[in-house]
């Protein structure tokens, strides 16, 4: 059974700290409104901050540095840097990792690069198991976002939202990418504004089931790169920086993005 991945899917997918980066990210600081991070709600199931190392701030999953992957400043302090060419963390195989329901992935980004991976998650891609299913966020070759869900009844191509604009300019942008089953929905959103979406009459049934952890296969979550397919290596590097790396259980609404996004180089606020 081959393995998806970003190059082979319909079309290829593949601010910190002063008050300047501040107003780069986010426009005019308002004088009236004191500047503060906002809380990470809902709680996330993982927040990869890059924050000079490849940990979990919620301290469930994590990860690892391969390749060169090394640091830069990104949109909230540091985050990943990728030179596109070997570099990517991966987090471990987890069950837990899998959501049954909603999920959400927000982070910052800047690159110049297209047809490359930002997140992937698979599993029984290259075994012959019956429940495999997959998630993927990346670039196009036009530098537009998409996000891929294939569910565990899904064997063929699963289902896919591009964004609007293009996001690949070298300039940093916030990016929220969101599965919403209650309303049969995926969503992208761009520095806070949605740009882009399928709903239920547009996104097969298929697309809103569990993304189950597979019964013979231990593929990790991979951040920067997609999973190779079988024994081969990963694909689809992505080059630049990815900051703040959070996955939620959960749909991120418009409300909550759009305070994500605001915040700039605040960010969220980080647990104790």
């Not at 690069?113 to 429940?131: K, R, W």
């Not at 495999?132 to 990346?138: D, F, Q, R, T």
């Not at 740009?195 to 189950?212: E, H, R, V, Y």
């Not at 959960?250 to 994500?260: G, I, K, N, S």
Request: charged share 25%; glycine share 12%; net charge negative.
């Amino acid at each position: 059974m081959a393995r998806i991945a970003f190059p082979a899917l319909a079309r290829p997918l593949a601010r910190g700290l002063a008050t300047t980066l501040l107003v780069a990210a986010c426009g005019q600081v308002d004088a009236d409104v004191p500047p503060t991070c906002v809380p990470p709600s809902p709680n996330p199931e993982a927040w990869w901050r890059g924050e000079n190392n490849a940990d979990d701030a919620i301290g469930r999953y994590p990860g690892a540095l391969h390749g060169d992957a090394g640091f830069a400043i990104g949109g909230v302090h540091r985050g990943f840097f990728f030179d596109g060419t070997d570099d990517y963390v991966a987090i471990d195989h987890r069950g837990a990792l899998y959501p049954e329901g909603s999920f959400s992935f927000e982070a910052w980004l800047r690159t110049t690069g297209v047809n490359s991976t930002i997140v992937s998650m698979y599993e029984c891609g290259g075994s012959s198991c019956d429940d495999w299913s997959a998630l993927g966020i990346g670039l196009h070759d036009d530098g537009h976002l998409a996000l891929w869900v294939r569910d565990t009844r899904d064997k063929e191509g699963g289902a896919e939202v591009e964004s609007d604009d293009a996001v690949n300019d070298g300039e940093l942008h916030h990016v929220a990418l969101v599965r919403d089953v209650e309303h049969r929905e995926l969503r992208i959103y761009v520095d806070g504004v949605p740009d882009g979406s399928l709903d239920k009459d547009q996104a097969p049934d298929t697309t809103f089931g569990p993304l189950m952890a597979g019964t013979t296969d231990d593929d990790p979550l991979m951040i920067g790169a997609g999973i190779g397919t079988y024994a081969e290596a990963p694909s689809g590097y992505f080059a630049g920086v990815i900051d703040e790396l959070t996955y939620y259980k959960t749909a991120l609404t418009d409300d909550e993005v759009r305070a994500l996004h605001g915040a700039g180089a605040f960010g969220k606020c980080v647990p104790h």
